[in-house]
């Protein structure tokens, strides 16, 4: 069993307000430490629950956020590239979200964005609107692989089950404001409960697939950020009002098509 754990900051427990996001300020050298912490231990559960080989992706902003020393050895860590080289080579059995928040537009979800909190407003996948996760799952999926688990704030594991009714998921906190999260006392153990559970029961898990061909869907905050993307691809893209832009392809084959 070869696991795959892709990770994202926000809805890493006791990451409780904005400020833990500022790569300047005090409070983000404790949230790599937290984050490092929580990879390390979603990764020794992993491997005592019987996995060959564990991966993982520093997701966040671009990656620099892990602190690898405070992870596992045997983890190899991957950037998005190499997570799709072995997606693509059938290396994964399953993936496993950490840290995963909701889409943009959640009330209650702590960080809610997608991709973007700036620039991107609303994603869809032929009229679906998208979350980071079931982008990512999109890609798993069309190599068959399934994503188990979705472990982060309440509103984003409320929501993955949308997209995979019978995903695993594991809240470790929950928003009562946006930029305002409450970590649960037992948060480490709902991590370790969660990966355990979703290993035992990998095969079992639904493969999130769409129809193809697909039609994506990109609605930005302001008119200048379609044009800045427009100005990049030409013919290949339409864009059908001041602030969308739509593509349409024939299969899903990499990451990097989804976010035009
Ligand atoms: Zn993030």
């Given at each position: 069993?070869n696991?795959?754990?892709?990770t994202d900051?926000?809805?890493?427990?006791g990451?409780?307000d904005?400020?833990f996001m500022?790569?300047?300020?005090?409070?983000?050298?404790?949230?790599?430490?937290?984050?490092?912490?929580?990879?390390?231990l979603?990764?020794?559960?992993a491997?005592d629950?019987?996995a060959?080989s564990v991966?993982?992706?520093?997701g966040?902003?671009?990656?620099?956020?892990?602190?690898?020393?405070?992870?596992?050895?045997?983890?190899?860590?991957?950037?998005?590239?190499?997570?799709?080289q072995?997606?693509?080579?059938?290396?994964i059995d399953?993936q496993i979200?950490?840290?995963?928040?909701?889409?943009a537009?959640?009330v209650?979800?702590f960080?809610d964005h997608?991709?973007?909190?700036?620039?991107?407003?609303?994603?869809?996948?032929?009229g679906?609107?998208?979350?980071?996760?079931?982008?990512h799952?999109?890609?798993c999926g069309a190599?068959?692989?399934?994503?188990?688990?979705?472990?982060g704030?309440?509103a984003?594991?409320r929501q993955a089950?949308?997209?995979i009714p019978?995903?695993?998921?594991?809240a470790?906190k929950f928003?009562?404001?946006?930029?305002?999260?409450?970590?649960y006392g037992?948060?480490?153990?709902?991590?370790?409960?969660?990966?355990?559970?979703?290993?035992a029961?990998?095969k079992?898990?639904s493969?999130?697939?769409?129809d193809?061909?697909?039609?994506?869907?990109?609605?930005?905050?302001?008119?200048?950020?379609?044009e800045?993307v427009l100005?990049?691809?030409?013919?290949?893209?339409?864009?059908?009002?001041?602030?969308?832009?739509q593509?349409k392809?024939k299969k899903i084959?990499k990451?990097?098509?989804l976010?035009?």
């Amino acid at each position: 069993m070869n696991v795959f754990f892709l990770t994202d900051l926000e809805g890493i427990g006791g990451i409780t307000d904005i400020d833990f996001m500022d790569r300047r300020g005090e409070k983000y050298a404790q949230a790599r430490i937290l984050l490092s912490q929580s990879i390390d231990l979603a990764v020794r559960t992993a491997f005592d629950s019987g996995a060959d080989s564990v991966y993982y992706l520093d997701g966040h902003g671009g990656g620099g956020n892990v602190i690898e020393d405070m992870v596992d050895p045997r983890a190899q860590k991957c950037n998005i590239t190499e997570w799709q080289q072995l997606l693509r080579e059938g290396m994964i059995d399953c993936q496993i979200e950490l840290g995963s928040h909701a889409r943009a537009g959640t009330v209650g979800g702590f960080l809610d964005h997608t991709i973007s909190s700036r620039e991107w407003f609303c994603h869809k996948v032929n009229g679906r609107e998208m979350s980071e996760l079931s982008m990512h799952a999109l890609i798993c999926g069309a190599y068959g692989v399934p994503v188990v688990a979705c472990i982060g704030d309440d509103a984003a594991c409320r929501q993955a089950k949308e997209y995979i009714p019978d995903i695993y998921v594991g809240a470790v906190k929950f928003a009562e404001q946006r930029n305002y999260a409450t970590t649960y006392g037992n948060s480490d153990e709902i991590v370790r409960k969660t990966v355990v559970e979703a290993l035992a029961n990998y095969k079992s898990v639904s493969i999130y697939q769409i129809d193809e061909p697909i039609t994506v869907e990109l609605t930005f905050y302001r008119t200048d950020f379609c044009e800045k993307v427009l100005s990049r691809y030409g013919s290949d893209v339409t864009r059908t009002s001041a602030r969308t832009l739509q593509r349409k392809l024939k299969k899903i084959t990499k990451y990097e098509d989804l976010k035009f």
